[in-house]
Every structure is written in structure tokens, then in C-alpha cells.
């Protein structure tokens, strides 16, 4: 039996590390399962190699470096190569075995020092699951380090307490964090949760076919009479602005673009509402500026006013978030410089190396207590 700990993932040397997550992601996309061994071909592994950021820094022969790579994760027996290999000038396996991962034997987690408003979850170590105790361990780090207990969403709360206190690999989305975690006696009990956390849920948005024009709780939301629509990318951050606007504003509505979907939604905008400017927040990825983009051309299309950087919202991000590895494959430098230039300048340099480097920014880290105490982002407004 293999003996491993669970942290032997995350000590690879980041390539290796990639090249194993996307095989395994191979995997569960193909519905294979995680209790045998996985035979995945070679033109899989080519591709998923491919997408693997900043594979080749010196500029090497690429199939010596993928051999490299597939030896090292051979050599911690996470993969298996075939004995059947091509002919080529740097030879390798026609196909790959993906082992199985309950082979690994987990190295037991020591007990945290509990904070004392969390000692009572001592009781529930010894049954918590791995991704229960690695929460557990985020939660208490984040209440000894005398976090600011200011009530805010609940999402913003999980970006705080996992987007700094939790590994990358426990929580790749940390904002999303208690949507997934649902069970124990903390996560199955949202009223303690919203006690313990100092946290409370908005309700998303109401989903709407068309524009309102009368005051409604809908996905475009009518604050005032002023003639710019602001389009917020996420309902967390939408109801954070909506609650913090202050009395002197521009803005007709604030609406939830709803991720990608905003790119056909702006359609819906017609000479009837009254809209002079679109202005745009949302998160600093691949995906959080192509949307903006994209609409944009597809607004000016309509004769529509082009979809325009919110300056001092994206400022605040840049200076408040953590950066996380991306969802996404990293982007080349042609397509990344290409996207950035519909950031303000002072934006772009920094915007660009979280594409290169496949990494992103949740617009969540500008949060409800940002938004209630600081008065900077009102000129994105007016």
C-alpha cells in the first residue's frame, strides 16, 4: 500500500502538481472512478499538459519536459506509465495509469488549540471528515487572529476566513466554501453558523425576464433616476452596493449580471430606460474581464453605450484581495494584454500578471464592511 499524506499533493513542485489535478480531473469528467486504476491515453495527457501555466520557462524540447514530469509522479506512485511507449526521439508511454487515491494511508491531523468561543468543536474532532477538520482549522485560525467581527454576508465571511486562513487546495473557491459544506454540527446549523461567524444571508436577486421599469427586487434593480446602470457581477457584492449607496448617486439601477450571462442580457436594455453609461464591477479573471468585454462589443452593436470599468471598485480589489489559482487555464500574453486594456491603466500591470500567472481575484474581498466605512468608490457612482 502506498504510504502518503494527504498534504503530499500540495508539497509537488507546481507543475507536477497541476499536471496531476487536471489527470485527475480527467477522470471525473469521464466518470471514472476514484477506487481503481484509471487508464488515460496519451493525447490526454498531451492536452492536459498543454494548459498547465508557464510549462516550459526555458524554453525546452516540450516532450523531454512532460517525460520529466510523468517520472516524478510515477516516482511518488500517483501514476503508472505504460510499457508500451512511442517511437519518438524523447519516448513516452502511449498511456498512463492513474492510481487510485484511497490507496494513500492519511497521516493523523493533530488537534488545533481551540480558540475558546470554538472549544467545543474538540468533541467533534475525531469524527470530522478531512475537508470538515481543514474548515475547523480555518475557522480557528481566523477567531485568533482577532478578526474584525464587523456582521457581513455570509460569502464575504468565507472569502475572509478560507481565502486567508485555508489552503489553495482545500478551497479553491474559498467565497463558495459553506454553499459546499454543508454537514456537521456547525455547517447543517446555519442560525449557529450566522452566530458564530457574525454573518447573515441576502437574499439573491430576484430572476426577471425583462428590464423593470417600476421599483422592483429584480436582477436590474431601480435605485434611482440618475441615467447610469451599474452591472455587478455576483448577488453577494449587488446587495453589498445596493445597501452602501449613499443618497447623492447617478444610478438608475444596479444589476446582477449573473456571471456570463450579462453578455446576452445587456440586450435587453432599450432607449426607454433612459441609460447613458454602463459601468461594470466584477472579478479579476479570465472570465470577470471577458464578460465585460464582450458585452460591451455586443452593446455597441445595439447602438447601446459601451460597458465601462468601475476605477475605484477595481482599485479596492487590487489593494484589499488575496490572489487564488483560477478555475481557468492561464492566459498567454497576446490574449491577456488584449483584455487589460479595457481596465483603466494604473490597472492593467497588475490585472495582467493574475491572467498570466492563472490566477484570479473574487470581487467579494470589496465587501459590506469596505463599502459601509469607506467613501473612495462613490465617484464610480457619480
Given at each position: 500500500m502506498t504510504q502518503e499524506t494527504p498534504a503530499a499533493a500540495s508539497r509537488l513542485p507546481r507543475r507536477e502538481r497541476e499536471l496531476l489535478a487536471l489527470l485527475r480531473q480527467w477522470a471525473k469528467d469521464n466518470k471514472r472512478s476514484v477506487h481503481t486504476r484509471t487508464q488515460i491515453p496519451l493525447e490526454a495527457v498531451l492536452k492536459a499538459f498543454q494548459t498547465i501555466r508557464n510549462r516550459n520557462p526555458d524554453g525546452e524540447f516540450e516532450p523531454a519536459v512532460l517525460s520529466r514530469l510523468l517520472d516524478a509522479l510515477e516516482r511518488r506512485d500517483m501514476i503508472k506509465g505504460f510499457q508500451e511507449r512511442t517511437p519518438d526521439q524523447v519516448s513516452l508511454p502511449v498511456k498512463v495509469w492513474l492510481l487510485p487515491q484511497e490507496h494513500l494511508v492519511r497521516a493523523e491531523e493533530p488537534m488545533p488549540r481551540w480558540h475558546h468561543k470554538l472549544n467545543w468543536l474538540a468533541r467533534e474532532w475525531q469524527r470530522a471528515t478531512p475537508k470538515q477538520r481543514a474548515a475547523y482549522t480555518a475557522l480557528n485560525l481566523w477567531r485568533k487572529n482577532d478578526p474584525d467581527l464587523f456582521a457581513v454576508p455570509i460569502r464575504e465571511r468565507a472569502l475572509e476566513i478560507f481565502g486567508t486562513f485555508g489552503s489553495e487546495t482545500d478551497f479553491p473557491m474559498p467565497e463558495k466554501t459553506?454553499?459546499?459544506?454543508?454537514?456537521?454540527?456547525?455547517?447543517?446549523?446555519?442560525?449557529?453558523?450566522?452566530?458564530?461567524?457574525?454573518?447573515?444571508?441576502?437574499?439573491?436577486?430576484?430572476?426577471?425576464?425583462?428590464?423593470?421599469?417600476?421599483?422592483?427586487?429584480?436582477?436590474?434593480?431601480?435605485?434611482?433616476?440618475?441615467?447610469?446602470?451599474?452591472?455587478?457581477?455576483?448577488?453577494?457584492?449587488?446587495?453589498?452596493?445596493?445597501?452602501?449607496?449613499?443618497?447623492?448617486?447617478?444610478?438608475?439601477?444596479?444589476?446582477?449580471?449573473?456571471?456570463?450571462?450579462?453578455?446576452?442580457?445587456?440586450?435587453?436594455?432599450?432607449?426607454?430606460?433612459?441609460?447613458?453609461?454602463?459601468?461594470?464591477?466584477?472579478?479579476?479573471?479570465?472570465?470577470?474581464?471577458?464578460?465585460?468585454?464582450?458585452?460591451?462589443?455586443?452593446?455597441?452593436?445595439?447602438?447601446?453605450?459601451?460597458?465601462?470599468?468601475?476605477?475605484?471598485?477595481?482599485?479596492?480589489?487590487?489593494?484589499?484581495?488575496?490572489?487564488?489559482?483560477?478555475?481557468?487555464?492561464?492566459?498567454?500574453?497576446?490574449?491577456?494584454?488584449?483584455?487589460?486594456?479595457?481596465?483603466?491603466?494604473?490597472?492593467?500591470?497588475?490585472?495582467?500578471?493574475?491572467?498570466?500567472?492563472?490566477?484570479?481575484?473574487?470581487?467579494?474581498?470589496?465587501?459590506?464592511?469596505?463599502?459601509?466605512?469607506?467613501?473612495?468608490?462613490?465617484?464610480?457612482?457619480?
Open positions: 459553506f454553499d459546499e459544506l454543508k454537514s456537521g454540527p456547525l455547517f447543517s446549523d446555519p442560525d449557529r453558523m450566522d452566530e458564530i461567524l457574525h454573518t447573515f444571508r441576502p437574499p439573491p436577486p430576484l430572476l426577471t425576464e425583462t428590464f423593470p421599469l417600476e421599483e422592483a427586487d429584480g436582477r436590474y434593480h431601480r435605485v434611482g433616476t440618475g441615467d447610469v446602470l451599474l452591472v455587478v457581477e455576483n448577488a453577494t457584492t449587488w446587495w453589498s452596493l445596493v445597501e452602501c449607496l449613499p443618497e447623492q448617486h447617478r444610478l438608475g439601477y444596479v444589476a446582477w449580471g449573473l456571471g456570463s450571462t450579462f453578455r446576452a442580457s445587456v440586450r435587453a436594455i432599450t432607449a426607454e430606460h433612459r441609460v447613458s453609461e454602463i459601468r461594470y464591477f466584477g472579478d479579476l479573471d479570465l472570465s470577470g474581464v471577458r464578460i465585460p468585454l464582450k458585452a460591451s462589443h455586443t452593446a455597441s452593436q445595439l447602438g447601446l453605450p459601451a460597458v465601462q470599468p468601475t476605477e475605484l471598485l477595481y482599485e479596492a480589489l487590487l489593494g484589499l484581495g488575496r490572489p487564488r489559482v483560477a478555475k481557468e487555464a492561464p492566459a498567454d500574453a497576446a490574449e491577456a494584454a488584449e483584455l487589460v486594456n479595457w481596465l483603466p491603466a494604473q490597472h492593467r500591470a497588475d490585472t495582467m500578471n493574475l491572467l498570466v500567472e492563472g490566477r484570479r481575484l473574487a470581487q467579494e474581498w470589496v465587501g459590506y464592511r469596505y463599502l459601509t466605512r469607506n467613501t473612495d468608490w462613490y465617484a464610480d457612482i457619480r
